[in-house]
């Protein structure tokens, strides 16, 4: 009975000791209340916004996806706008973007085969814009594939422009970053040959420089051939 009377005093005062505790450290922490939760309820709204943005990004990605295949079953070129347009900077974009300047790559090099010259200057007008578009993509730096068709077509854009040397480099590039594409083995063989007619116009340019003198030089022979035998008044000398 003792026994039993100590153990509970005992307990009392762990309780008593638990509970003088709890109390210090409620005062030790009441100052610290205020800052504790709203540092907890801010982070509980940067939670929440993530969440949101997060699904309302996904949301916005499927939504783009959806009217880029729209686009892509109707083949019409306003769709594709519609998706760069009201998507800017997702995959879906990228590729809308690509598509509109694969087919102005396309219809332009056509042109580019036409005979009357208006023909030409739309073609060019229509490589230019293709060229800007694929160079459009390739500043938001896209994922491997669009990266990849980008450069490639950007590089086809401009050997069509007849910018050959920066073509080359295009071509290169495709060559050196993707080796294992399928473009890769096309993308060095139109390297390889651009390399060689960047050479050959060079020798062309400089052999129609070393030409010009000599052609001056040889109409002066004429001239002085035909007026040779007559002074500045034009009268013969004679001996």
Known sequence: MEYEMKSERRHELQDNDLADSVEQLSERLRPYVTPILSVAIGAL?????????SSRWEANRSESWDTCLAALVTGDPEGFREVILRYPGTPAAQWAELILADRNLSEATDLLFAKIDPANDVARERLEVAAAAYADVLSQR???MVAERATMGLAKARESLG???????GYEAVANEYPSSPMANLATEHAVD????????VQSEAASEHALPREAQ?????????GGG??????????
Do not use: K, N, S
Request: charge should be negative; charged fraction near 35%; glycine fraction near 10%.
């Open 194 to 201: 651009l390399a060689l007619r960047v050479v050959e116009r």
């Open 45 to 53: 709204i940067l939670v929440l916004v993530g969440l949101f943005v």
């Open 218 to 226: 040889a109409d002066a022979a004429d001239v002085d051939a035909d």
């Open 163 to 169: 910018e050959l040397d920066q073509a080359r480099r």
């Open 230 to 239: 007559e002074d500045g008044d034009g009268e013969l000398h004679g001996g």
């Open 142 to 144: 896209p994922t491997d």
